[in-house]
């Protein structure tokens, strides 16, 4: 049978990988970032003109980032609308934001880029959120939601509760989500079965 986890599951494995198996922290965002990245070129291979990857400051903005930089170097245009607190970002993620400012990929808080987007990549929160969705945060995913743009989710519809598949306050509504290692009880029930789209689950780590 298929095995599911939670939240706190999903990081304790990641915390064995990191700690015990010594596998470092990028080298699994980067395997994350790749799985998203094939993702898209297979399955939207005509909707590379204007990639709107929206990230957080967490890993899974981290993630979000790295797949900026692999669609750029695939051939494809990309916009990153910076969503989170920057004085809250973490280690891995200011790594790629690092990297990303070497590859000069374009980057904005200004929500209208989402209007001509053609993809949007939903890197907002991933298995950290803990809390409700509030603020500028309802407002960036009410803009995603608007967009007729498919979105493809990066671990979790961001706003989707990990563990219970609720909506907390607010969620992106994905075409396709990439979740990573294994599938997550939240994109198996309620609302977060929905809100998912299609399931693709990137269990290729050799990790965990
Ligand atoms: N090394 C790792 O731990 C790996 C993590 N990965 C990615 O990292 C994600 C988890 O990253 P994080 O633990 O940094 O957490 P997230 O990036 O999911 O969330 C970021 C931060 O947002 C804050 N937050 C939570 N709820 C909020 C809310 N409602 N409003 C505003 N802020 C809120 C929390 O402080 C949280 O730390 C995974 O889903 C996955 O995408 C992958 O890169 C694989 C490796
Ligand atoms: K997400």
């Known amino acids: 049978m298929e095995k599911l986890v939670t939240a706190s599951q999903m990081k304790q494995l990641d915390a064995h990988t990191i700690n015990e198996i010594g596998i470092p922290s990028l080298v699994l965002m980067e395997r994350a970032a790749l799985?998203?990245?094939?993702?898209?070129?297979?399955?939207?291979?005509?909707?590379?003109?204007?990639?709107?990857?929206?990230?957080?400051?967490?890993?899974?903005?981290?993630?979000?980032?790295?797949?900026?930089r692999l669609l750029t170097?695939?051939?494809?245009?990309?916009?990153i609308l910076n969503a989170g607190?920057?004085?809250h970002a973490s280690e891995e993620h200011q790594t790629q934001e690092k990297?990303?400012?070497?590859?000069?990929?374009?980057?904005?808080?200004?929500?209208?880029?989402?209007?001509?987007a053609t993809l949007i990549v939903d890197a907002i929160f991933g298995i950290g959120i803990d809390r409700d969705v509030k603020g500028h945060y309802v407002e960036i995913i009410k803009a995603i939601n608007d967009s007729?743009?498919?979105?493809?989710?990066?671990?979790?519809?961001?706003?989707?509760n990990t563990d219970t598949g609720d909506v907390m306050g607010s969620a992106v509504r994905a075409t396709t989500t990439v979740t990573f290692a294994y599938n997550k009880v939240g994109l198996t029930k309620?609302?977060?079965?929905?809100?998912?789209?299609?399931?693709?689950?990137?269990?290729?780590m050799g990790t965990y």
Do not use: W
Request: with cysteine; glycine share 12%.
């Open 35 to 68: 799985a998203v990245r094939d993702e898209i070129l297979t399955a939207f291979p005509l909707n590379q003109a204007n990639v709107v990857v929206v990230a957080g400051s967490g890993n899974n903005g981290g993630d979000g980032l790295a797949v900026a």
């Open 73 to 79: 170097i695939a051939g494809s245009h990309v916009t």
């Open 85 to 87: 607190n920057p004085h």
């Open 99 to 116: 990297i990303c400012q070497y590859y000069q990929i374009a980057e904005t808080t200004d929500l209208s880029v989402l209007k001509d």
């Open 148 to 160: 007729k743009a498919p979105v493809v989710a990066v671990d979790m519809p961001s706003g989707i």
């Open 190 to 204: 309620g609302a977060g079965e929905q809100y998912a789209g299609r399931l693709v689950i990137a269990n290729d």
